[in-house]
């Protein structure tokens, strides 16, 4: 990524790029940046082909195309597959290409095996977008905060993430809702992130771990139509608390090992506002009834598979049984 904008600063941009990964804010990010720095807002030098629009044939006319009182004719192509199946001719074309065009790969995922990738990664670059880690995260938000002219704190920093998840796109809007709902306000608080944001499917499943702990049934009901109504399947759902219950009795054996936060967010790889729930909800339960809650989990499951019950009693079943 930083090659790509040392790039733009200089406006030397090279004949070919990928940019790919799990990240679609970023792809999306450098995507747009590409075609303003190259091409800007003329369209008679832009071309933008996706899936099954995106023929080889097609890619290499365009490409032998010469730019219109421009100097570079910027084509970007997206979600082709060429970087997990054969692209024909393409690979090597780029090595006669025209160096008055400059060509953008955007994908998802690729096999580094692929010959057209590795004919990128010589000719071109090269840019993987992938997850940020929280501090990578948690400094963004607080960059998008300071230039808006708010001041936060990193513990509610780390309550917006818990809210919003990792999800950059997710993250952006969230943070201009929140920018706006605090207005001339300088200080964002806490309250002001639960009254504001929109929690996600990971949110509300640590909040139904919550009301299952304090047996409140009528509020973990409540948390998982709110599910169904953003179209989680009830399968998934019980996915998702069956991991959440691992995750509990996970940190909880660390704990009585005599670990701290950051020992096990070392060892397990939790994000640390996830270590910070899962410790606090440890807390909140018996060894043994997580060992219980999480092979119920593996139980229904396999009910619904076998074919013995519907997902949605299921999982409705299983809350019921947690709130006793």
């Not at 940046?33 to 097609?58: C, F, I, T, W």
């Amino acid at each position: 990524m930083k090659t790509i904008r040392a790039d733009i600063k200089s406006r030397a941009f090279r004949p070919v790029y990928l940019i790919y990964g799990e990240e679609a804010y970023l792809r999306q990010s450098l995507k747009r940046s590409l075609r303003a720095a190259v091409a800007g807002e003329d369209d008679m030098n832009y071309l933008y082909l996706e899936g099954k629009d995106a023929d080889p044939l097609r890619i290499m006319e365009a490409a032998e195309t010469m730019p219109f009182f421009a100097d570079k004719r910027l084509i970007v192509v997206e979600n082709s597959g060429f970087f997990k199946k054969d692209a024909g001719k393409l690979p090597d074309f780029l090595d006669t290409m025209p160096d008055t065009t400059c060509l953008v790969f955007v994908e998802e995922a690729i096999d580094k095996r692929n010959r057209l990738y590795k004919k990128v990664q010589a000719l071109g670059h090269v840019a993987e977008c992938t997850r940020q880690t929280t501090a990578e995260l948690t400094r963004w938000v607080g960059r998008g905060l300071a230039q808006a002219g708010k001041k936060v704190t990193a513990a509610t920093v780390n309550a917006f993430l818990a809210r919003t998840g990792e999800d950059m796109e997710t993250i952006r809007q969230e943070l201009e809702k929140l920018i706006a709902y605090t207005g001339d306000r300088e200080v964002v608080t806490t309250e002001d992130v639960e009254a504001i944001t929109t929690q996600q499917v990971n949110g509300r499943i640590f909040e139904m771990i919550d009301a299952i702990a304090t047996r409140d049934r009528k509020r973990a009901l409540e948390l998982y139509y709110d599910l169904l109504v953003l179209k989680e399947p009830p399968m998934r759902i019980m996915a998702l608390v069956a991991r959440q219950f691992r995750g509990i009795l996970q940190v909880k054996e660390m704990k009585e090992q005599g670990l701290g936060k950051q020992a096990i967010v070392e060892k397990t790889g939790f994000r640390p506002f996830v270590a910070d729930r899962y410790i606090r909800q440890a807390s909140r339960f018996r060894y043994e009834e997580l060992e219980k809650h999480a092979a119920t989990c593996v139980e229904m499951d396999e009910a619904v598979k076998k074919g013995n019950m519907t997902d949605t009693l299921a999982a409705e079943m299983l809350i019921l049984g947690f709130t006793e």
